[in-house]
């Protein structure tokens, strides 16, 4: 049976033990020549799923990827494992090309990876039908969508496949998972037969954290340095110059940090990439076109400093975190300016009304991610249809917020709202009217005769910062909303009313005053793949790290591809003293058994101190 030879690859090339989850029912599925749609998180372990059965099949395996910029690492990481694969892109020389169209049609090859537009070339088409196929894996499937965040014209094309070669399986993978996008996969893939596999989207080593935005570029860093010093992570923002601006603050702040957006030069944006990827503790500072098929598995922390556009889009960037199980972060801060800024931006964004609708529908469900009092984690899966039950590892499991009864702070902002509103004309932030809560009298308030309002000063038993969080909430909620017409200013909605008539109690959220619970801090604090360690296996731990180090740069290859931490972790932990004791150690296979065995033992055996 097909599962034998499945799990003997699996653990003779790869040195893992045993599938994960559904592995082992995808890879039979498309062993025996099914169709697959398969929907993982990141870290979930997708590439297995096409890569064994590229290796039992006759023939070599297609692998349609994006992401040209990674198939170099995907091939060499592949090559380590003593894997025949090659990839076909735009930026090979062509001899080069050459060469691999040889090896292919020679069945030289067990993987080859090509970008969707080479793909659909008639020289690339004619290529495949020369040679043997043993399946066609379409990663990244989601890029078919065209709702979704990261849409690809060229994958419409891939519906051929199966025209064209119809007794060939076809694998489709990716980490995104709402039922919409799953649908959509399936239909535009011409996948009516394939069998769908849906994973647990729970990710249990990743802490979530959402915290409220005052100082951002402070509480960044704070985060960074009390929580993850020396180690890599990356930074979300929403636009260029805020990439600008971060990347520079940190790097004065003595952090190794680097930008990476669209407006920067391919060069730059490869290089930037390559050292994330091949140097320990690099923070990336990014936009979102950073990210997508980054497999570095130790990416501790993921950062966003502006508030994400949906659920899905936010899963998957904080996904990127602790692909390797081990403890990671994924920390988000969020201000009331996040969400007058992005509503003004649906309404100002092009296309028709139920585009709009739909961006302010994803909006919404970002928000309450944000702003709920129940485990983060129930929020997030709930999202993509999964249940769980309250996962003792995010901010509000570890901290619950206290909900106190908002509703007369309420009524006081809305009524604020509303005599400001009246003026038409003017555009007054929330600032102003936390101002006039307060009771606080400016340059402002003078001119236009506010300290006569009845709502001046009505509000000054609680603080500014009380105040924003509920302007915050009632956005978010809303029961108000950004005016455009009105100049931006703020307004009323159709819930308000309720509110302000006292029908409606409205339960609010504040943050416990509690500062986060962090482990030790600065550099005295072990890396996460250390932690747990016995101190006097620590020397020998860094010590493998040190030889890693060592062995990827002769290789011009980033260290995760000789050995991950959690690797070098389990051999620091068992100690073996042969090759045979090695061997059973999770990602030691056969190949990297006889490169580097001799000398791992050594290291064991006498620490470098
Ligand atoms: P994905 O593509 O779904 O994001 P990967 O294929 O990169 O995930 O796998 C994530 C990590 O899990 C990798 O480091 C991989 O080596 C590891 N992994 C995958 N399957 C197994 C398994 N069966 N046993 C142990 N480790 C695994
Ligand atoms: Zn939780």
Redesign the pocket.
């Known amino acids: 049976m097909s599962d034998a030879r499945a799990l003997g690859v699996?653990q003779r090339v790869?040195g893992?033990?045993?599938?994960?989850g559904d592995?082992q029912a995808i890879v039979e599925q498309v062993i025996g020549g099914g169709d697959a749609l398969v929907l993982?998180?990141?870290?979930?372990?997708?590439?297995?799923?096409y890569q064994i059965p590229s290796l039992v099949r006759e023939g070599t395996g297609i692998v349609v990827s994006p992401l040209i910029a990674l198939m170099q690492d995907q091939v060499d990481a592949l090559t380590e494992l003593g894997v025949r694969a090659a990839f076909l892109n735009s930026t090979q020389d062509w001899r080069v090309a050459r060469e691999v169209e040889q090896a292919f049609l020679d069945g030289e090859l067990d993987l080859l990876y090509v970008a969707p537009e080479r793909l659909l070339t008639d020289r690339c088409l004619q290529l495949l039908d020369r040679g043997r196929i043993a399946l066609f894996a379409i990663d990244e499937a989601h890029c078919v969508s065209q709702w979704g965040h990261d849409f690809r014209p060229e994958y419409l094309g891939l519906s051929m496949l199966h025209e064209r070669w119809p007794d060939v399986p076809r694998i489709a993978?990716t980490?995104t998972a709402t039922a919409v996008t799953r649908t959509e996969i399936a239909q535009r893939l011409s996948l009516d037969e394939a069998r769908h596999f849906v994973s647990s989207f729970d990710r249990p080593n990743i802490r979530y954290r959402i915290v409220e935005k005052n100082e951002v570029r402070k509480q960044l860093l704070d985060m960074i340095r009390t929580e993850h010093e020396g180690e890599s992570g990356v930074v979300y923002c929403l636009s260029r110059a805020r990439v600008e601006e971060t990347a520079e603050f940190l790097c004065n702040q003595g952090i190794d940090a680097m930008p990476y957006h669209a407006g920067l030069s391919p060069q730059i944006r490869a290089a930037n990439q390559s050292r994330f990827l091949r140097e320990d503790g690099v923070v990336m500072v990014a936009t979102i076109a950073f990210g997508m098929g980054i497999?570095k598995?130790d990416v501790r922390f993921v950062a966003h400093i502006d508030l994400p556009k949906s659920v899905e889009g936010y899963y998957q960037e904080t996904?990127r975190a602790g692909?390797?199980?081990l403890p990671a972060t994924a920390w988000l801060a969020y201000g009331l300016q996040d969400v007058v800024q992005q509503r003004r931006m649906i309404d100002e964004s092009p296309g028709d009304e139920s585009y709009r609708r739909r961006l302010g529908q994803q909006l919404d469900a970002m928000l309450g991610l944000c702003e709920t009092v129940e485990c983060r984690r129930v929020r997030l899966l709930a999202y993509f249809g999964q249940q769980i039950t309250a996962c003792g590892n995010c901010d509000v499991c570890l901290d619950p917020p206290q909900a106190w009864d908002g509703t007369v702070a309420a009524q006081k902002v809305l009524s604020a709202v509303y005599r400001l509103w009246k003026e038409r004309g003017q555009r007054y932030g929330a600032g102003h009217i936390i101002d006039i809560l307060r009771g606080k009298v400016t340059d402002r308030t003078k001119q236009h005769g506010h300290e006569s309002l009845s709502v001046f000063g009505v509000g000054a038993d609680l603080s500014d910062t009380a105040w924003r969080g509920v302007l915050r909430q009632l956005l978010a909620q809303g029961l108000l909303t950004v005016d455009n017409e009105g100049f931006g200013t703020l307004a009323l909605t159709e819930g308000s009313r309720a509110v302000l008539k006292g029908e409606h109690q409205l339960m609010l959220r504040r943050e416990s005053e509690k500062k986060p619970r962090s482990g030790k801090t600065g550099s005295g604090r072990p890396k996460a793949a250390a932690i747990d360690l016995p101190a006097e296996l620590q020397p020998v731990f860094e010590a493998l790290r040190a030889w890693r180090g060592e062995v990827a740069k002769s290789h011009g290859v980033p260290a995760?591809v000789i050995f991950?931490d959690?690797t070098l972790r389990e051999i620091a932990l068992a100690q073996p003293e042969s090759m045979d004791e090695l061997s059973h150690i999770?990602?030691v296979g056969a190949r990297k058994l006889e490169a580097y065995g001799e000398e791992i033992l050594q290291r064991v055996a006498r620490p470098v101190l």
């Open positions: 699996l790869f893992y033990e045993s599938f994960r592995q993982m998180p990141t870290g979930g372990g997708k590439s297995l799923c993978l980490a497999d598995p996904g692909r390797d199980g995760y991950h959690a999770n990602g």
